[in-house]
């Protein structure tokens, strides 16, 4: 199993819609949870991060934590266009190695449709 | 202010051939982390540097990669006689003291080995 499982979709929505993304992990030792968005031939963009459990909201972007299900999502709410991109979930821990070291999802590969 | 960013943007290059790839981190930023992005394969971390402490290599997959920081800024990652196995996008991020989650990602190195 790998550390963190994130579907690779393509998903694909039309314009407006509610985004769901989801991530699981099996390390019950990260802490931190991060949200990247990379759109073709660039690099990864940080969205959002969360520490422990709980829900963040940023605009349209939520992220949520349940630790106890070791599982995180991210809500895009009014889809655009231009959120169309991958989307990579990221975690780490707090000591050692772990609390520099990001461990990635494959990343979710979503198409927001005019 | 300007981001991370790297050079070449793309590289191409004969197997068993050497490169240097380039990266210039945000300006104060004491952290700079190099990841691979192979195709299906995701994001894996290769090496971390922090201030003057001795880097952590133990993501460097063997010992044709290697990678220094001059004066605690740029960073040069150089693979030695390239396999075809090492075509990937070579990510650098950099963050202001060493946490995980606060890592911003340049553009990439386009690597292929032909």
């Known amino acids: 199993q790998k550390e963190v499982e994130q579907d690779p979709g393509p998903l694909s929505v039309p314009e407006g819609a509610i985004v769901s993304l989801n991530c699981t992990y099996s390390?019950?030792?990260?802490?931190?949870f991060m949200w990247y968005r990379q759109y073709s031939r660039k690099g990864p963009e940080l969205l959002m991060y969360?520490?422990?459990?709980g829900n963040k909201e940023d605009g349209r972007f939520t992220a949520q934590v349940d630790k106890s299900s070791k599982y995180i999502s991210l809500f895009i709410r009014d889809s655009q266009p231009s959120d169309s991109a991958t989307y990579l979930c990221?975690?780490?821990?707090?000591?050692?190695?772990?609390?520099?070291?990001?461990?990635f999802g494959k990343g979710t590969k979503l198409s927001v449709i005019p | 202010g300007a981001g991370v960013s790297q050079s070449p943007s793309n590289k191409v290059t004969e197997k068993g051939k050497d490169v240097e790839l380039r990266c210039d981190p945000i300006?104060?930023?004491?952290?700079l982390y190099w990841y691979r992005q192979s195709l299906g394969q995701g994001l894996e971390f290769l090496i971390y540097?922090?201030?003057?402490?001795?880097?952590?290599k133990s993501g460097l997959p063997s010992d044709r990669f290697s990678a220094e920081r001059t004066g605690g800024s740029v960073s040069t990652l150089t693979i030695q006689r390239t396999q075809q196995e090492d075509s990937a996008v070579y990510l650098c991020?950099?963050?202001?003291?060493?946490?995980?989650?606060?890592?911003?990602f340049g553009p990439g190195t386009r690597l292929t080995v032909t």
């Open positions: 969360t520490y422990s459990s």
């Open positions: 390390n019950s030792a990260f802490q931190y």
């Open positions: 540097f922090q201030g003057n402490s001795a880097p952590d």
């Open positions: 300006s104060g930023h004491t952290a």
């Open positions: 991020a950099s963050s202001l003291s060493g946490g995980a989650y606060e890592q911003y």
């Open positions: 990221a975690m780490s821990g707090t000591a050692g190695a772990g609390s520099y070291q990001l461990t």
